[in-house]
């Protein structure tokens, strides 16, 4: 088995309009924290997309590589049973089917055993306090009438309940006021202490960040990573924006 988590290598991507991603490629080791950051419409959710296997977007060059197996190929359902997980900018509503019965279900669907339901409740009730989210939207429509916020909250609780081995999280703290952002970043750093599961934190905003452990940091413009580096770089951005790296 190979010691990388994830490796993308020289991956392109299109969709109809056109070529979104060009040659892209960054390892991912068991327990890091990488984040990608760049300005609005860079290709950023893009990636993250292609790397679940969103048929929406199409491979056209490069490997996707999870725990030593080409993935590339793969369908989005199978990689979620390896242990991706993808948060979305904006969830989509369920009507019908409640937040309590999707993650008991996710979690059946990915451990292929049956789910001790006393166990289970007492989890899924201690990580909702943890988020401070009201323990009756369980029962509730998987985001339905969720405001922006509780629907990110959900994400993160889906997340903490399936501890998978990857967690992509694409734009979370979008449309969040502060006090939403701070309990956002409360459930990632129980992610990251909790599973020791690796992240992938896509943002262009750098408050979500300020309290969380990062290893590596990138910046993507125009569907190019053009700069590698650590926590630094986070900081660069918060100064001078994404012009700076516009030359790279």
């Known amino acids: 088995m190979s010691q990388n988590l994830l490796e993308v290598k020289d991956l392109s991507v299109d969709i109809e309009s056109g070529r979104i991603l060009h040659e892209v490629s960054l390892t991912i080791n068991p327990g890091e924290t990488h984040v990608l950051m760049g300005p609005n419409g860079t290709g950023k959710s893009t990636l993250g997309?292609?790397?679940?296997?969103?048929?929406?977007?199409?491979?056209?060059?490069g490997k996707i590589i999870f725990e030593g197996e080409d993935i590339t190929e793969l369908a989005a359902d199978k990689r979620a049973k390896a242990g991706m997980f993808m948060s979305f900018q904006n969830p989509l509503e369920v009507p019908g089917l409640s937040l309590e019965s999707f993650i008991r279900n996710s979690i059946r669907q990915k451990t292929g055993k049956p789910i001790k339901i006393l166990q289970f409740k007492k989890q899924l009730e201690e990580t909702m306090k943890l988020l401070d989210m009201d323990p009756s939207y369980a029962e509730r429509d998987l985001n339905v009438g969720?405001?922006?916020?509780?629907?990110?909250k959900a994400e993160i609780l889906q997340m903490l309940m399936l501890e998978p081995k990857l967690a992509i999280l694409d734009e979370t703290d979008?449309?969040?006021?502060?006090?939403?952002?701070?309990?956002?970043?409360k459930g990632i750093k129980e992610f990251q202490k909790r599973c020791n599961g690796a992240l992938l934190i896509v943002t262009h905003n750098a408050n979500i960040l300020e309290s969380l452990d990062v290893d590596h940091t990138h910046v993507m413009v125009h569907g190019r990573i053009v700069k590698d580096g650590g926590?630094?770089?986070?900081?660069?951005?918060?100064?001078?924006?994404?012009?700076?790296?516009?030359?790279e």
């Open 49 to 61: 997309n292609a790397l679940m296997g969103n048929p929406v977007y199409t491979v056209t060059g």
């Open 146 to 152: 969720f405001s922006g916020g509780e629907k990110k």
């Open 174 to 185: 979008s449309g969040l006021d502060v006090d939403a952002v701070r309990t956002v970043s």
């Open 231 to 247: 926590k630094e770089i986070i900081k660069m951005i918060s100064e001078n924006g994404f012009e700076q790296f516009a030359g």
